[in-house]
């Protein structure tokens, strides 16, 4: 029987410092140090540390790992973090990363009520591109539920492949919410895919975040699609760990994911069985859990 070649991953695989909520944006670099994981993209909220770039690049250089990207404070609860002006915070963005060498800057579509954010961000965006090497990823969202009623908070579209932006990122706890089929969004996205959140969803109306392969999303397969054809952005654990018990529950959950993550971006092509039910895809997922058990 011949032995299959595996593949050696382009895409470097980063720490979302917001999957270690509640712990700090300091604690998530002390742990993607001790994890193994090749950097962190840093989550701007209102944890003072994330704000602070001089602060965010000593944390770097002492724990000797490099900040892959900056997301931009694009929450509610982030309306009032670094400036109320949408446009200063995406300039705040860009420096941050420009000066913490970052490639990328995740971005998430306006919401409705910023009317004329809304009508400009596409040509925008475009234009804060133009001006910098740093990537401007936007974010796929999804439809706000409850119960029976859909609201669409997001303008122009929560589903950014809908207008033109140069480049994308997809969060697949997002297209868990939205119900989206998350295979046709990736191939939508094409080459302008050049962020990942890996994540898993059951298809919640709650954005769940669930550590990779503990849901029904495309997980698996959509790693081993990227790696087939050689993508080279950076995949960001961004998983939610605040229901952790412990400090070593949650280590071991993001222990779990990157080894989910990295075994699926080195996999051996594949095609998954065509029912659906798990086969190889099942026994791969099982095996990231175990790797993920034994490494935390």
């Known amino acids: 029987m011949g032995i299959e070649s595996v593949r050696v991953p382009q ?12 712990e700090s944006t300091a604690a998530a670099f002390e742990i993607a140090a001790r994890l193994g994981y090749d950097g962190v993209e840093v989550m701007v909220w209102t944890d ?22 900056v997301h931009a ?3 509610l609860i982030t309306q009032r973090v670094w400036s109320t002006d949408p446009w200063t915070k995406l300039v705040r963005a860009r420096a941050a990363a420009e000066t913490l060498g970052a490639s990328t800057v995740v971005v998430h579509p306006p919401f ?3 009317r004329t954010y809304a009508r400009e961000f596409e040509r925008g965006v475009w234009r804060m591109a133009d001006e910098t090497d ?10 706000w539920r409850y119960r029976d009623r859909e609201m669409l908070a997001y303008a122009p579209d929560w589903d950014p492949t809908r207008n033109d932006y140069r480049h994308f990122t997809i969060d697949l706890s997002h297209t868990a919410t939205a119900r989206n089929d998350t295979l046709a969004m990736v191939d939508r996205m094409g080459d302008r895919l050049g962020h990942v959140h890996i994540a898993d ?34 995949v960001v654990v961004e998983v939610n760990t605040r229901r952790a018990m412990s400090a070593a529950e949650r280590e071991e959950d993001l222990a779990e994911a990157l080894a989910y993550t990295r075994l699926h971006l080195a996999a051996p092509g594949a095609a998954p069985p065509a029912d659906g039910t798990g086969g190889e895809q099942g026994g791969r997922r099982a095996a990231g859990r175990r790797m993920g058990r034994r490494k935390a």
Not at 11 to 22: D, E, I, W
Not at 48 to 69: K, T, W
Not at 134 to 143: C, D, K, L, S, T
């Open 112 to 114: 409705r009520w910023q």
């Open 134 to 143: 740093v990537r401007f990823a936007v974010e796929n969202m999804y439809p």
């Open 201 to 234: 969803g059951s298809g919640s109306a709650k954005d769940e975040h669930l550590v990779p392969g503990r849901g029904a999303q495309p997980c698996a397969e959509v790693l081993e699609r990227l790696a087939a054809r050689g993508f080279d952005g950076h």
């Open 73 to 75: 404070p694009c929450l």
């Open 11 to 22: 895409a470097k695989v980063a720490l979302s410092t917001a999957s270690v909520y509640p």
């Open 48 to 69: 003072p540390v994330s704000q602070d770039v001089e602060a965010l690049r000593r944390l770097s250089d002492f724990h000797g790992v490099p900040i892959l990207a």
